[in-house]
């Protein structure tokens, strides 16, 4: 039988790749089930780390957590590189016209000494704390398992490090561009008491071993808790406090933390609904690690927002995050 | 003294960046290869931002040329003004 | 007050730089474990110049460009049936090759980058790593979707992640890169920033995808040029690890020396593939493999040795042996997978009258006088219907991993092979320089996962080849494999082009 029609010559022999159609059938994948399933290798290593010869190179042991498929881990903003670059793209070049309008137009001499010396006393240190967050997402980049979460990961790894340098720029508007602010932060970061207990706890972070409790500290307890103090409490109080135009340089942060929220409560949910094992631990990490982050972050809060701010109302939005996530 | 080269993707923009870099650096080298170009000279090449905005008649940002890059040797030191590639042997 | 206009060096060094601290509550050796057992002595990091000052601000903007540009090619590619126009299909073999063989070392970069991003104690190193390694993220994925409308019309794409962790020629790039994840963080960059990003992958991706460009594939060259913009920043962090390194400790130098000489060594072994896809898997030419390497590796390799050599660094051992191998290695290898070619992913052939005659002509000292005779042989077994397949199952080199089939280069009719003992067991090598770099770790290599002792240990399943190739590989058997006259690919290539 001779087949005639043409345009039946150029039917594909197959619709994607073998392991993406042992998970989801013979169908058209998306780019970013291409970009992510099972990339990673999982068999057949040569050779132990000389860094770490109880592991295989690629090992799923390095946290408790136990995941049948660590690819159920899926991404619900489905970012792999290019679709994470292009959002992140777009966020900058609004984020960019606002530095550039708040620069302009010198709306930093708009604001009163008070709010001048909060930024720099309480909002510049964070700076630091978003460098100890950029270091333990690529922890979890690093070590943890399966391309799905480390590739996402390492996205909020990156994101934490423009988060830094946004904060770095607030200071050097702020000291037309001497650094002094910078310094002057850095020096209450390293030296005054309202920030000792906040830079114990990131030093603490950063020698946890399970990459996975390293995540619920980071990304569920001290981020929440952050967030809340200063994207919504620090930011009414500027706005009450003449100083709103400073929100422009923030915006960033808080769209940020709307983006990188949907995919962490996705990851929290998936893995604590996995196992009651995965569940206990999750919750006794929160457990251990939210009074002590809400006891590094008291001095902080107890000056925070002219004395105002309620570190109980920042317990409260953790606290209906874990209820949502299913931790409560 | 050893080669240093610059390759480029061969596009619309990379013309005029060839264009500037031939302007400053009189003794360079430009060989044409599919898909790309390719600049060497002895020891030293430099691209300047001011040259290649007067070619390209807009506002150029030194690190716009990794748009552009294909590949480089020679060591780099990048400012607002200028790349340069240079060999000290 | 006017604020004061800040250069790209300053900027960088307060918005980046000064973000870490020194520790006060925690032993700072805890939180990077890592940086003293290699031996290598790091006395000040601050000393650390940042090769290229890209914030993330400016890396998102032109990094989104770049993809911007690369997927509206990738789409186009796609609606256009982008695949009908490449030279020729045996082409698309060497593309089969890139993404079983190279794309996955991407990601290894991306894990190893990630690894050394955390580890490292000074801060503007480990933002250059990082960089890196979401860079090399990019690479597999861009790798991934440039080749997926080839999967859906040619065979042997179909299950390359699998065949990276199992096939056989497929662990000489895998294990390359596990031994350089497995080493420390040091090893780790002069490996991969330097000896291979430096020295070595100018050749894959300059070269080569110009040679992709010439034969019609644009979404290869399209990837690999793009890719290749962020190499760039990549081999500039090769070479200021390096200068870094160097500057930091004298008693640094002679490491650095032991590991420039071993990772040009592997890295020599690894590009014998890269050869085979010049010099026959790209059937228009650009260059031969031997001109590119005395373009990539000769020239500007030996412009860096000379540049370096104010430190105490000299070319790596066993330079001399490679730059006769340059004339013989591509063929080694094209004809080991020609004879190999019913255990091999892609389709393997006899190269065209005129392509000999290219190749006579590229190599005037060897190709007539060692390689052609072979190719004269093998078109006249063709000829008589027997068109020959190597049953034995290859001896491999414990280091590199590739099949016995380099020829010793004070006489390149014989072929090289070492051995050596260790611990009672005899460990077998294809060179001076594989067996070297037993000697010096044997702790490591006696570990090698070894494919063809893995399928004597009956650690493949079996019993047989062709269960083996089709259980354990996920080989499509007479789809994947074989001569590619007769195969399903070349079938559909002329209904293609008849319709």
């Known amino acids: 039988m001779t087949i005639e029609i043409k345009t039946s010559t150029l039917e594909p022999v197959r619709q994607t790749f073998a392991n993406l159609e042992r998970r989801f059938g013979n169908k058209q994948a998306t780019r970013y089930q291409e970009a992510t399933y099972d990339v990673q290798a999982t068999n057949n290593f040569h050779y132990r780390p000389l860094w770490q010869p109880d592991k295989e190179l690629n090992d799923a042991t390095r946290t408790d957590i136990v995941m049948e498929d660590w690819y159920a881990l899926k991404d619900p903003r489905q970012f792999y590189y290019g679709t994470y670059v292009q959002q992140r793209a777009k966020m900058q070049e609004l984020a960019e016209s606002n530095y550039s309008f708040f620069e302009k137009r010198g709306l930093s001499s708009h604001l009163s000494d008070e709010v001048k010396a909060s930024l720099v006393r309480h ?103 952050m967030h809340d103090l200063y994207y919504r409490q620090y930011d009414e109080w500027l706005n009450a406090n003449g100083a709103q135009d400073v929100g422009m340089l923030t915006e960033f942060m808080r769209d940020w933390n709307r983006d990188v929220s949907r995919w962490a409560d996705s990851v929290f949910k998936t893995v604590a609904s996995e196992s009651d094992h995965n569940k206990a631990l999750m919750k006794g990490w929160v457990e251990t690690w939210r009074g002590q982050t809400a006891e590094a972050m008291a001095p902080l809060a107890q000056e925070l927002c002219g004395g105002s701010a309620s570190l109980d109302d920042a317990l409260a939005a953790l606290d209906k995050r874990l209820k949502k996530i299913g931790l409560a | 003294m050893s080669k240093v080269y610059l390759i480029l993707q061969d596009n619309d923009v990379s013309r005029f960046i060839v264009e500037a870099v031939e302007d400053d650096n009189p003794e360079i080298t430009v060989i044409y290869q599919p898909a790309m170009i390719r600049m060497e000279a002895e020891g030293q090449m430099v691209v300047n931002r001011e040259t290649v905005e007067e070619k390209l008649g807009r506002d150029w940002d030194v690190q716009e040329l990794h748009l552009n890059l294909v590949s480089l040797g020679g060591n780099v030191d990048e400012d607002d003004d200028k790349l340069e590639l240079s060999w000290a042997v | 007050m006017a604020a004061k206009k800040l250069n790209l060096k300053d900027k960088y060094k307060l918005l980046t730089r000064d973000l870490d601290w020194e520790f006060s509550y925690e032993d700072r050796k805890e939180a990077f ?121 040619f065979d042997g794409f179909h299950d390359w992640t699998h065949m990276h962790d199992r096939v056989w020629y497929l662990s000489v790039p895998k294990s390359f890169f596990d031994d350089a994840r497995t080493g420390g963080p040091f090893e780790f960059l002069v490996a991969i920033s330097f000896s291979f990003e430096y020295v070595l ?127 013989h290695v591509s063929h080694q290898a094209w004809w080991t997978f020609y004879a190999y070619g019913h255990a091999a992913g892609f389709h393997t052939w006899i190269p065209t009258d005129k392509e000999l005659d290219w190749l006579s002509e590229k190599y005037p000292e060897t190709f007539d006088k060692y390689y052609r005779p072979r190719w004269e042989l093998a078109k006249k077994l063709e000829a008589e219907g027997k068109r020959f397949y190597s049953q034995a199952l290859p001896q491999l080199c414990t280091t590199c991993q590739v099949p016995m089939m380099f020829t010793d280069m004070e006489n390149p009719g014989e072929l090289s092979y070492r051995s050596t003992e260790y611990k009672g067991e005899k460990y077998h090598f294809c060179s001076d320089g594989c067996c070297d770099i037993f000697k010096d770790e044997p702790e490591k290599y006696v570990q090698s996962w070894l494919p063809v002792h893995q399928i ?29 006259k007769g195969s399903p690919d070349e079938e559909r290539w002329k209904q293609w082009k008849s319709a």
Request: aromatic share 14%.
């Open chain 1, 123 to 225: 909002l510049i240190p964070l700076r630091h704390v978003e460098h100890t967050a950029n270091l333990n997402n690529v922890y979890g980049s690093a070590y943890g398992y399966g391309t799905a979460i480390t590739q996402a990961l390492l996205y909020d790894g990156m994101d934490r490090l423009g988060i830094a340098q946004y904060l770095s720029r607030i200071g050097l508007i702020l000291d037309g561009n001497s650094g002094d602010a910078l310094s002057q932060a850095k020096e209450f970061w390293m030296n005054d008491p309202v920030w000792q207990g906040q830079r114990a706890l990131c030093e603490k972070t950063l020698v946890i071993k399970d990459w996975f409790e390293t995540f619920i500290v980071q990304d569920l307890v001290m981020d929440t808790l």
């Open chain 3, 33 to 153: 474990p890592y940086e003293e057992f290699e031996g290598i002595k790091i006395t000040d990091w601050s000393k650390w110049e940042d090769p290229f000052r890209l914030t993330m601000d400016a890396y998102w903007k032109y990094q989104a460009e770049k993809e911007k540009k690369l997927y509206a090619i990738f789409d186009a590619f796609q609606q256009n049936n982008g695949h009908l126009n490449v030279s020729d299909p045996r082409y698309v073999n060497a593309v089969k090759l890139f993404l079983t063989g190279v794309s996955p070392l991407e990601y290894q970069a991306y894990q190893g980058f990630a690894h050394v991003g955390r580890q490292f104690g000074g801060v503007g190193a480990r933002v250059a790593c990082q960089m890196q390694s979401i860079d090399e993220l990019r690479h597999v994925q861009t790798q991934v979707h440039a080749m997926s409308p080839y999967n859906k019309f």
């Open chain 3, 201 to 327: 992958t100018n050749l894959l991706f300059v070269p080569f995808m110009s040679g992709a460009a010439h034969n019609g594939d644009l979404n290869t060259v399209t990837f690999g040029f793009s890719a290749q913009s962020d190499e760039a920043r990549h081999m500039t962090l090769g070479l200021e690890v390096i200068k870094f390194l160097l500057e930091q400790h004298e008693d640094n130098v002679p490491i650095v020396q032991k590991w420039i000489d071993k990772w040009f060594w592997r890295g020599c072994r690894l590009l014998s593939l890269v050869g085979m896809m010049m010099d026959y898997m790209l059937p228009n030419k650009v260059m031969s493999w031997k001109e590119a390497w005395e373009v990539y590796f000769e020239e500007a390799g030996g412009a860096l040795f000379k540049d370096l050599a104010r430190y105490g660094i000299r070319m790596p051992k066993y330079a001399d042996v490679v730059e006769k191998e340059k004339e």
């Open chain 3, 456 to 484: 004597f240990q009956g650690n493949c399943g079996g019993p047989d080849v062709p269960d083996i190739l089709k259980d354990f590989y996920h080989f499509n058997l007479g789809a994947d494999n074989l001569d590619m």
